[in-house]
């Protein structure tokens, strides 16, 4: 795998590539709060030959720019991704969606349903249903933006760090990862990036795009982690049955963030989708 960056004129973002340029049909990989691109690297060693893969940060989040004054809207965030994909000269691709990641790929797939093949949606954000934990937070910023600032991004990135614990099934893989994902901010983001992305977890464009859901006519696979506490499986049959033909698939012993808890099943999952 290689790391490089996409400019985008006032901004760049960070992805890594797999597998073979050209060749098989493109997948490209969405991460949610407060993840990067690493929350993919098991699913990606997991994914079937032939494809190329790509797996993105998104602006304000791993190696990824700041965002600064940036719209960080599920539809801000699929406008940067479709000019990455005209970077990479990448027309279409199966796009797969992690939480927040997931409101962002139902977002250029409804926008631009000529870039993107197939959906597959995975613990995602949708309606009007968020993680709990982090929003939480989130309305305490949006009542009180200079807490966040004046607490400062170590003691802000543990609250977050605390809240997320829960969401993963191995609660020692879950620190490891949140640490990584944390880190981020901490040494470089800064905590203005980190209440940004707080006070972005209540998009109210998402709800607007529930309404809109049964306009998607691409192969649609719905993941879920059963033991998810903040967005249970409630919210994943809603998707199923608001998405024309699409599919839902339980890991019953994997919490939100899936993509840690069981990688190889999520690659499961996405290599049927891609058979479809």
Same mark, same amino acid.
């Given at each position: 795998?290689?790391?490089?960056?996409? $400019? +985008? !004129?006032?901004?760049?973002?960070?992805?890594?590539?797999? =597998?073979?340029? %050209? #060749?098989?049909?493109?997948? &490209?990989? /969405?991460?949610?709060?407060?993840?990067?691109?690493?929350?993919?690297?098991?699913?990606?060693?997991?994914?079937?030959?032939?494809?190329?893969?790509?797996?993105?940060?998104?602006?304000?989040?791993?190696?990824?720019?700041?965002?600064?004054?940036?719209?960080?809207?599920?539809?801000?965030?699929?406008?940067?991704?479709?000019?990455?994909?005209? $970077? +990479? !000269?990448?027309?279409?691709?199966?796009?797969?969606?992690? =939480?927040?990641? %997931? #409101?962002?790929?139902?977002? &250029?797939? /409804?926008?631009?349903?000529?870039?993107?093949?197939?959906?597959?949606?995975?613990?995602?954000?949708?309606?009007?249903?968020?993680?709990?934990?982090?929003?939480?937070?989130?309305?305490?910023?949006?009542?009180?933006?200079?807490?966040?600032?004046?607490?400062?991004?170590?003691?802000?990135?543990?609250?977050?760090?605390?809240?997320?614990?829960?969401?993963?099934?191995?609660?020692?893989?879950?620190?490891?990862?949140?640490?990584?994902?944390?880190?981020?901010?901490?040494?470089?983001?800064?905590?203005?990036?980190?209440?940004?992305?707080?006070?972005?977890?209540?998009?109210?464009?998402?709800?607007?795009?529930?309404?809109?859901?049964?306009?998607?006519?691409?192969?649609?696979?719905?993941?879920?982690?059963?033991?998810?506490?903040?967005?249970?499986?409630?919210?994943?049959?809603?998707?199923?049955?608001?998405?024309?033909?699409?599919?839902?698939?339980?890991?019953?012993?994997?919490?939100?963030?899936?993509?840690?808890?069981?990688?190889?099943?999520?690659?499961?999952?996405?290599?049927?989708?891609?058979?479809?």
């Amino acid at each position: 795998m290689r790391g490089e960056f996409v $400019d +985008l !004129g006032v901004t760049r973002l960070y992805y890594y590539a797999a =597998g073979t340029r %050209g #060749a098989g049909e493109p997948v &490209i990989f /969405l991460h949610g709060f407060p993840a990067s691109s690493q929350l993919w690297h098991g699913v990606v060693r997991e994914m079937p030959e032939g494809h190329r893969v790509v797996v993105v940060d998104l602006l304000g989040f791993g190696k990824s720019d700041r965002p600064a004054l940036a719209s960080l809207s599920a539809t801000a965030h699929a406008d940067r991704l479709k000019l990455v994909m005209d $970077d +990479l !000269g990448i027309d279409a691709a199966c796009v797969v969606g992690h =939480g927040m990641g %997931g #409101a962002i790929a139902q977002a &250029i797939a /409804l926008n631009a349903p000529s870039r993107v093949t197939r959906l597959c949606l995975v613990n995602s954000t949708g309606f009007d249903a968020w993680p709990r934990g982090a929003a939480r937070i989130a309305r305490m910023l949006a009542a009180i933006p200079a807490l966040g600032r004046a607490a400062g991004a170590p003691l802000l990135a543990g609250l977050v760090h605390g809240s997320l614990l829960k969401g993963f099934a191995d609660e020692q893989g879950g620190r490891h990862a949140l640490d990584n994902y944390l880190r981020a901010f901490t040494m470089r983001l800064g905590v203005d990036a980190l209440v940004s992305q707080l006070r972005a977890i209540r998009d109210p464009s998402v709800a607007a795009l529930g309404a809109r859901l049964a306009g998607i006519a691409q192969p649609t696979s719905i993941v879920w982690g059963a033991r998810d506490p903040w967005l249970d499986l409630r919210t994943g049959e809603m998707l199923r049955d608001a998405i024309p033909g699409a599919t839902l698939d339980v890991i019953p012993d994997a919490g939100h963030f899936s993509p840690e808890d069981a990688p190889a099943l999520v690659a499961a999952a996405v290599g049927r989708l891609l058979e479809k």
